[in-house]
């Protein structure tokens, strides 16, 4: 089936530096994928959709300087978090819409701990 | 705005049968999801229903009503490795391969 590989699977970063959450499709070309963010017993909120090769649309709320994504291909998306602080402190999950075999599939996430 | 409602926790034995149930309210409709989701763990895709009527695969069905904004996903025969949160998603945009929107999701706590 497709498959997602994100990485880091866990980072602990110093306040004010940047994090770079990756996101690979494997053996599907991921057109659309959606960025994540869930806090503790909370649900997943979406923070944003990046379609490969153009500006990511972002939610409402989330900003855009401050979560960075880029789309540069069919089979990778990136996240990174700029200027980290504590209360970014989350779990970040990527999905990739697999327009062939239908679906979306998730990748296995990442915990953000700031420091 | 958009709205998704799903109760916070069940618990129930194991073998019994637990029925989730999900209502929503969004501006639009292309498709719900089901998803399982163990704690620190991605989530993974249960099942999809996008006209009414139930949709059943193995031990876990899901029903779909679109007049009512409701749906439902049953576990039969729980085994406690079903202890886990389940969520509910709607794709509210025409946009087949759009976003989707998650409810808060239920814990279900599956006891000996």
């Known amino acids: 089936g497709a498959v997602v590989s994100q990485h880091p699977s866990w980072v602990i970063c110093k306040s004010g530096t940047s994090v770079k959450i990756e996101c690979r499709s494997l053996?599907?070309?991921?057109?659309?994928m959606f960025w994540y963010r869930q806090f503790p017993k909370q649900s997943l909120m979406l923070m944003a959709t990046s379609n490969e090769g153009s500006k990511a649309t972002y939610e409402q709320g989330v900003e855009k300087d401050k979560f960075l994504i880029n789309h540069a291909s069919l089979t990778l998306s990136t996240l990174t978090v700029t200027s980290a602080h504590p209360e970014d402190s989350s779990f970040y999950i990527c999905?990739?819409?697999?327009?062939?075999?239908?679906?979306?599939?998730f990748g296995s996430g990442t915990r953000l701990t700031v420091v | 705005g958009q709205n998704i409602d799903q109760p916070t926790e069940m618990t129930a034995t194991e073998g019994a049968i637990v029925q989730i149930n999900c209502t929503y309210q969004?501006?639009?409709?292309?498709?719900l999801f089901w998803y399982q989701q163990h704690a620190g763990e991605a989530p993974t895709f249960l099942s999809y229903n996008v006209l009414d009527g139930l949709e059943e695969k193995g031990r876990f069905s899901s029903f779909l009503s679109r007049s009512k904004g409701y749906s439902y996903l049953l576990l039969k025969e729980l085994q406690m490795k079903d202890s886990a949160s389940y969520l509910c998603a709607v794709r509210d945009t025409t946009d087949s391969w759009g976003k989707l929107q998650f409810g808060a999701g239920t814990q279900v706590v599956v006891t000996p």
């Open positions: 999905s990739a819409a697999d327009r062939v075999l239908g679906g979306y599939t």
């Open positions: 053996d599907f070309q991921a057109t659309t």
């Open positions: 969004t501006s639009g409709f292309n498709g």
